[in-house]
């Protein structure tokens, strides 16, 4: 494969950084004072080493699609290419299907629902900005060439999907729209019977408004909220509006099966230390790392180290690589469960009983003599018990 005229190349220098270059018959190409003319790139093989007019040499290289996408022009704000993915997974888009996609952005993720469907599939993408629009159409065409599975609309998803672009119904619909729960009823007439709806936002507001949205008026229910207004649990902290609804309804959980005083540890992505007073309020705790989530900070960063099974070695002093990754992890989130236990309890005054719960609390619960007790579903346990408890007549 051999660059062409009007062919986006990027050149890469000896630290890795990519520079990105539309090739244009007659131009010339600067960088740092070097330079190189178009017309030497022009018919070189995919790979070449090429060297620049001080004698500086770059590896000229056609952009992957998701090098491709950091380095292209932008309107809007793009996807990364670790999203992208995911989305393309979690909407299952596959060879053959329909897809319905708003807002258009800069195009990058327009291309990875045309590349996902192939040339039997089909994209319709509505975008309400002429602007973004015309970056979009230009960045995927000069990746994809001309693409006759891309219908492209000026249109704002928000007022409605039109009648001729739902015949037939879509297979999937995904959004990257600031408010998504707005396009809920369109989504509705537009999907075909199991076709799926996904939405991708950055803030947990948008993915509450969305849910409490399509509860009220799709499933005809209000969307119950769990919050320190509503909670039943007196908060005796100095910002109640920051205590996170896990942490709430855990607490719930707990004294529905244990009198106050408590300190009730959740073990999961966090590791979190919420403390119940004797008279029942919750006052604080801590937040430590989950045992998971430092698992996978250490993994990523550590070279020589790989990932391994959470599993519980029979000994602390372990002998090889494997053992001794799990000891640290297992027999050190146990010490700190048990020193963190012992500070708790000396500031709290009295004997609170002490309870875990969450997905990786039997990891460590037989090797900590702080815990006294472990319930699987505790956080489950309590949102039931909160919600029925803001039901009308609820107890």
Same mark, same amino acid.
């Given at each position: 494969?051999?660059?062409?005229?009007?062919?986006?190349?990027?050149?890469?220098?000896?630290?890795?950084?990519?520079?990105?270059?539309?090739?244009?018959?007659?131009?010339?190409?600067?960088?740092?004072?070097?330079?190189?003319?178009?017309?030497?790139?022009?018919?070189?093989?995919?790979?070449?080493?090429?060297?620049?007019?001080?004698?500086?040499?770059?590896?000229?290289?056609?952009?992957?699609?998701?090098?491709?996408?950091?380095?292209?022009?932008?309107?809007?704000?793009?996807?990364?290419?670790?999203?992208?993915?995911?989305?393309?997974?979690?909407?299952?888009?596959?060879?053959?299907?329909?897809?319905?996609?708003?807002?258009?952005?800069?195009?990058?993720?327009?291309?990875?629902?045309?590349?996902?469907?192939?040339?039997?599939?089909?994209?319709?993408?509505?975008?309400?900005?002429?602007?973004?629009?015309?970056?979009?159409?230009?960045?995927?065409?000069?990746?994809?060439?001309?693409?006759?599975?891309?219908?492209?609309?000026?249109?704002?998803?928000?007022?409605?999907?039109?009648?001729?672009?739902?015949?037939?119904?879509?297979?999937?619909?995904?959004?990257?729209?600031?408010?998504?729960?707005?396009?809920?009823?369109?989504?509705?007439?537009?999907?075909?019977?199991?076709?799926?709806?996904?939405?991708?936002?950055?803030?947990?507001?948008? %993915?509450?408004?969305?849910?409490?949205?399509?509860?009220?008026?799709?499933?005809?229910?209000?969307?119950?909220?769990?919050?320190?207004?509503?909670?039943?649990?007196?908060?005796?902290?100095?910002?109640?509006?920051?205590?996170?609804?896990?942490?709430?309804?855990?607490?719930?959980?707990?004294?529905?099966?244990?009198?106050?005083?408590? %300190?009730?540890?959740?073990?999961?992505?966090?590791?979190?230390?919420?403390?119940?007073?004797?008279?029942?309020?919750? %006052?604080?705790?801590?937040?430590?790392?989950?045992?998971?989530?430092?698992?996978?900070?250490?993994?990523?960063? *550590?070279?020589?180290?790989?990932?391994?099974?959470?599993?519980?070695?029979?000994?602390?002093?372990?002998?090889?690589?494997?053992?001794?990754?799990?000891?640290?992890?297992?027999?050190?989130?146990?010490?700190?469960?048990?020193?963190?236990?012992?500070?708790?309890? *000396?500031?709290?005054?009295?004997?609170?009983?002490?309870?875990?719960?969450?997905?990786?609390?039997?990891?460590?619960?037989?090797?900590?003599?702080?815990?006294?007790?472990?319930?699987?579903?505790?956080?489950?346990?309590?949102?039931?018990?909160?919600?029925?408890?803001?039901?009308?007549?609820?107890?």
């Amino acid at each position: 494969m051999h660059f062409q005229n009007g062919e986006r190349v990027h050149l890469v220098d000896k630290n890795g950084r990519q520079y990105a270059v539309t090739l244009k018959a007659g131009e010339t190409y600067q960088h740092s004072g070097d330079t190189i003319a178009h017309d030497a790139l022009i018919g070189q093989p995919d790979g070449a080493l090429v060297t620049l007019s001080r004698g500086k040499r770059m590896l000229a290289l056609k952009p992957t699609f998701g090098n491709y996408v950091l380095k292209m022009p932008r309107g809007a704000q793009v996807l990364y290419p670790k999203d992208l993915a995911l989305i393309a997974m979690w909407a299952d888009v596959y060879p053959g299907a329909r897809v319905f996609e708003a807002g258009t952005g800069s195009g990058a993720l327009t291309m990875t629902l045309l590349r996902a469907v192939g040339e039997r599939g089909a994209v319709v993408t509505y975008e309400a900005r002429e602007d973004f629009a015309r970056t979009a159409l230009k960045n995927i065409e000069r990746f994809m060439g001309p693409v006759s599975t891309l219908a492209s609309r000026r249109a704002d998803v928000y007022e409605g999907i039109a009648p001729d672009d739902r015949q037939p119904p879509f297979d999937r619909l995904v959004l990257d729209l600031p408010e998504p729960w707005r396009v809920v009823p369109h989504a509705a007439d537009a999907l075909r019977s199991g076709g799926i709806y996904l939405s991708f936002v950055p803030t947990v507001p948008q %993915v509450q408004q969305t849910f409490e949205w399509m509860s009220e008026h799709h499933f005809g229910l209000p969307a119950y909220t769990v919050s320190a207004e509503n909670c039943g649990v007196p908060l005796d902290v100095e910002y109640p509006s920051e205590v996170g609804a896990d942490r709430i309804v855990t607490v719930i959980g707990a004294l529905a099966r244990h009198a106050a005083p408590l %300190v009730v540890i959740d073990l999961g992505t966090a590791t979190k230390f919420n403390c119940v007073s004797a008279q029942g309020a919750f %006052v604080g705790g801590a937040i430590a790392p989950g045992i998971r989530t430092s698992a996978d900070a250490l993994l990523s960063r *550590a070279a020589r180290l790989f990932n391994v099974e959470l599993t519980r070695p029979k000994e602390a002093v372990a002998r090889n690589t494997v053992t001794n990754i799990q000891s640290g992890f297992v027999y050190g989130f146990a010490a700190l469960v048990d020193g963190m236990v012992g500070r708790i309890r *000396a500031e709290m005054g009295g004997a609170p009983t002490v309870v875990a719960t969450g997905g990786l609390a039997p990891l460590v619960a037989d090797v900590t003599p702080s815990i006294q007790h472990v319930y699987e579903h505790l956080t489950l346990e309590g949102l039931r018990l909160a919600w029925e408890r803001a039901r009308p007549g609820g107890r």
